[in-house]
């Protein structure tokens, strides 16, 4: 049964929930950042706007531009610092209040990070990945509690998903039991910083390195947890002969998770410590550079709904050496090294070939540029619109 939506002559109102825009951008941040700045130009009839930044804040939603790139000072390691939970679940009360009253009138609400605010209205979610139900042990108990309390009714609330990846598609058929004609895949894509860089490195140049890193380096991106398999990473390149460390040094951007303990240990390891740089957060234009530059980037993850930094790598051109797990090898195709997670030897191997092969990079480059060239932003705001009319025509 059709829904009543807008008519001919009134766009499509969106509401979205947005507050990871609040702060340092990473994965649903971006998400929802390229969503609300390609969306006016490649579907106008479609009316989006952020709730947080719209109605609560009244500002505009755009986060600063960014400096030139420049050398970060080294994060400082931390413990497990959370909000407690009953302030973050007190504050989540009054903002669910806030939207509800203030959201009438919209057509359709979109929650871009999996649990939806429960709401009238009919809604779209979007699921990255559903790692925390495959495995909750690589999650802070908290948000374990909130999954087991709110995903359920947010599926049932939701009337079409929006998934990263097949992948992630057939995990919600597999473990949710959602048909397949209620889920659109949208694709992410490259940022204009990684895409620029790209275009760099195919006339010959690359972006300039800040002052003060080495000329060659393997590079990590992202979050210090244990779904990303850092630990892993580590052990491989601490098999690495002491030569090859010295001369491609292990850097790591990324600020530090949950459950890091692991980590913190092998850091200690003097054969690793003394080779390894912890960079913390970077913007764009910064991981631009690194990537451009890099002896390869690596990414031994065990699970991924769909996997931005190998993609930022890969439109760099970056030789990429990665898992081949959950939805890595749609993002990489045949553009990169893919590997087991768990095997040791073969991330050794792979990575000591990438360092002994530097001559092959302008060649592997122009295979990782044109693989990233195949997802646009032009094609993920389509399918974005596609599943929010499939939402109003149930």
Known sequence: ?????????????????????????????????????????????????????????????????????????????????????????????????????????????????????????????????????????????????????????????????????????????????????????????????????????????????????PEHFFLYVGTLEPRKNVDGLLDAFAALSPQIRARHPLLIAGAWGWKADRIREKLGERRISEHVRLLGYLHDPELAALYSHCTAFVWPTWYEGFGLPPLEALACGAPVIISQAASLPEVVGQAGTLLSPDDTDAWAAAMRTAAESLDQHETRARAAIAQARTFSWERFVRDTARGYRAALEL
């Open 1 to 213: 049964m059709k829904t009543a939506g807008p008519t001919m002559q009134q766009p499509l109102r969106v509401v979205i929930e947005d507050r990871p825009l609040r702060k340092a951008l990473t994965g649903v941040g971006n998400y929802i950042a390229q969503l609300l700045t390609h969306l006016p130009a490649v579907e106008p009839e479609i009316a989006a706007r952020p709730f947080l930044f719209t109605h609560v804040l009244r500002r505009d939603w755009r986060p600063a531009a960014t400096a030139a790139p420049q050398a970060p000072p080294p994060p400082k390691p931390r413990g497990d610092l959370r909000v407690p939970w009953w302030v973050r679940r007190t504050i989540q009360a009054g903002y669910d209040a806030a939207f509800r009253l203030l959201t009438h009138g919209y057509d359709l609400y979109h929650e871009p990070n999996h649990v939806p605010i429960r709401s009238g209205l009919p809604t779209v979610t979007t699921i990255h990945d559903l790692s925390v139900l495959v495995h909750p042990d690589w999650h802070p108990l908290d948000r374990v509690k909130w999954y087991e309390s709110s995903f359920a009714v947010g599926v049932r609330q939701t009337r079409h998903f929006l998934a990263a990846s097949e992948f992630t598609k057939s995990e919600m058929g597999r473990l949710l039991g959602v048909p397949a004609d209620r889920v659109t895949v949208t694709y992410q894509a490259a940022r204009d910083d990684f895409l620029n860089a790209g275009r760099l490195v195919e006339s010959g140049g690359r972006p300039s390195l800040p002052a003060g890193f």
